[in-house]
């Protein structure tokens, strides 16, 4: 069932075409049963796939950020036409700027803010690693999120306000971050080597290109759990990369 839900996020195979394609597939393996479409459908989305990715002894750095994923493959022209509203997950990312692979991820409704997810996918990264850097753009700027990395041990790299007051207000951590940007943010974004943030917008790319910019589900918890399969499916990708390598 983990094959055929892989098979269905990666190829977009609809359920009916699953069930042919394992009926062909038994022709070829002794005593495998074919189960019927909603089988298929009522398993694979009950499955608990867990996003496996890399397991080191070392620090790592990290960089977050979200982006937006359809809720439905409809054009333009039919939302246009027909008023069919918009809709979009919030997909949260925590990536490995080293590996390139999704260390910890949330999925929210489209109206959810980037700062409220930050707590999570840290807490969802630090429980596999250490995380020695965190990279993220001003949507996570907040004395509260970092104090948190603070107590974390956590070094932010995160791009502050350019109006930002260079006053602690509760947060040494932020008021060191405003006078060294504000300062200098060239020499800052040199010494943090800010432009591996990107790593985060790498690997949305690559999940979209990959796996389409839109969910087939229709259910917020199925949603969820497909965008899961996808984003472990990009790790295992990239395993299968650096192998190679």
Do not use: C
């Amino acid at each position: 069932m983990t094959l055929l839900a892989y098979i269905h996020v990666l190829f977009h195979l609809p359920f009916r075409q699953e069930e042919g394609f394992v009926r062909a597939l038994s022709k070829y393996v002794h005593n495998l049963k074919v189960p019927d479409f909603r089988t298929i459908w009522w398993r694979t989305n009950r499955l608990d796939i867990n996003l496996e990715s890399i397991d080191t002894d070392q620090p790592i750095v990290v960089a977050i950020d979200s982006t937006g994923i359809k809720v439905s493959n409809y054009g333009d022209w039919i939302r246009k036409k027909w008023k069919v509203k918009r809709g979009f997950l919030k997909v949260h990312l925590a990536v490995d700027v080293n590996s390139k692979e999704a260390v910890s991820m949330t999925v929210t409704e489209e109206d959810v803010s980037d700062g409220s997810q930050a707590k999570d996918l840290v807490n969802g990264a630090v429980s596999k690693n250490n995380i020695e850097r965190l990279y993220g753009d001003g949507a996570y700027d907040s004395r509260g999120i970092f104090n948190f990395l603070a107590e974390k041990g956590i070094d932010p790299a995160i791009k502050v306000r350019r109006n930002s007051s260079m006053r602690a207000k509760g947060s040494q951590a932020r008021k060191a971050a405003v006078i060294a940007q504000l300062d200098d943010f060239d020499k800052w974004k040199n010494e943090k080597g800010y432009g591996k943030r990107w790593a985060v917008e790498g690997a949305y790319s690559s999940i979209k290109r990959t796996f389409g910019e839109y969910v087939s589900a229709r259910k917020f918890v199925n949603m969820t759990r497909e965008m899961v399969i996808k984003v472990s499916l990009y790790n295992m990708f990239m395993r299968m990369t650096h192998d190679e390598v």
